[in-house]
C-alpha cells in the first residue's frame, strides 16, 4: 500500500465519519454528565463503532445477506431512528423522562446508539469499508492498512470527544442549550437524507 492510497483512505473515512462535526453533537447528546462519564461514553463509543466497521470491512455484504439486510434498507433504518434521537434534542424529551423517574434517575447512554452507530459506524462509513477493503480483495496487507487508517479516524473522533468539556466551558449552559437545538434540526435533516438515499438506491426515483 502507497502513501498516496493511505492519504486516500484517510480522507474518504474522515470526511464520511467527520470527527469534527460530530464533537459538538456528543456535547449535545451527554448534557450534564461528569467529565467521568462522558470519558467512559466517549471510549465505549469508539470502541463499539470500531468492531462494528471491522466485521464490516472483514465481511462486508455477506454479513448483511446473511441476515437478509441490504445496504439501503439499512440507511433507512438508520435513519428513522437517528430521526427519533433528533425529535428529542429538539424538544428536550430527556429532560421530561429524567423528571419523571423521581429523585434518582439514569442519565441515557448514547455510546452505542446513537454515537457508535449511526453517527460514527453509519451507512456512509460502512459502504466506505466494504468498498476499500474491497479493492485488495485477498490481499490482507491492503485490508489490514485500510483497518489501520480507520481504527486511526475514530481515535481521532474520540479525543475529539474527550476534549468536549473544554467546549462546554466556553460555551456555558445557555451556548449548549443553543446548539443542541440548531444540532437536533441538522441531525433531523441527516436523518432524512439517510431515508431519501436508501429510498433511491430502492430505484423510488427519490432525489438525494
Same mark, same amino acid.
Given at each position: 500500500?502507497?502513501?498516496? $492510497?493511505?492519504?486516500s483512505i484517510f480522507v474518504t473515512l474522515?470526511?464520511?465519519?467527520?470527527?469534527? /462535526?460530530?464533537?459538538?453533537?456528543?456535547?449535545a447528546l451527554t448534557p450534564e454528565a461528569t467529565a467521568a462519564l462522558r470519558r467512559a461514553i =466517549?471510549? &465505549? =463509543? +469508539?470502541?463499539?463503532? =470500531?468492531?462494528?466497521?471491522?466485521?464490516? /470491512?472483514? !465481511? +462486508?455484504?455477506?454479513l448483511l445477506g446473511?441476515? +437478509?439486510?441490504?445496504?439501503s434498507a439499512f440507511r433507512i433504518a438508520g435513519g428513522l431512528l437517528l430521526f427519533l434521537t433528533a425529535i428529542d434534542m429538539l424538544? $428536550?424529551?430527556r429532560t421530561e423522562r429524567r423528571e419523571r423517574? /423521581? $429523585?434518582?434517575? $439514569? !442519565?441515557?447512554?448514547?455510546?452505542?446508539?446513537p454515537l457508535a452507530t449511526p453517527l460514527i459506524a453509519g451507512p456512509g462509513a460502512i459502504a466506505s469499508m466494504i468498498l476499500l477493503t474491497g479493492r485488495y480483495g485477498d490481499s490482507w496487507t491492503g485490508v489490514l492498512g485500510v483497518h489501520a487508517v480507520m481504527l486511526a479516524v475514530v /481515535?481521532?473522533?474520540?479525543?475529539? !470527544?474527550?476534549?468536549?468539556s473544554v467546549l462546554e466551558r466556553l460555551?456555558?449552559?445557555? +451556548?449548549?442549550?443553543?446548539?443542541? &437545538?440548531?444540532?437536533?434540526?441538522?441531525?433531523? =435533516?441527516?436523518?432524512?437524507? !439517510?431515508?431519501l438515499d436508501g429510498l433511491a438506491e430502492f430505484g423510488l426515483g427519490v432525489a438525494s
Open positions: 500500500m502507497t502513501s498516496s $492510497e493511505i492519504i474522515f470526511v464520511i465519519i467527520d470527527p469534527i /462535526g460530530l464533537s459538538p453533537l456528543f456535547l =466517549a471510549i &465505549r =463509543a +469508539g470502541l463499539i463503532a =470500531a468492531v462494528v466497521l471491522t466485521l464490516f /470491512g472483514l !465481511f +462486508g455484504e455477506a446473511f441476515v +437478509g439486510i441490504s445496504m424538544f $428536550e424529551r423517574q /423521581g $429523585e434518582h434517575p $439514569e !442519565f441515557p447512554d448514547p455510546s452505542v446508539f /481515535g481521532i473522533c474520540v479525543f475529539l !470527544f474527550l476534549m468536549s460555551l456555558h449552559r445557555t +451556548g449548549v442549550l443553543v446548539i443542541t &437545538r440548531l444540532l437536533g434540526m441538522l441531525l433531523a =435533516a441527516l436523518s432524512v437524507q !439517510f431515508v
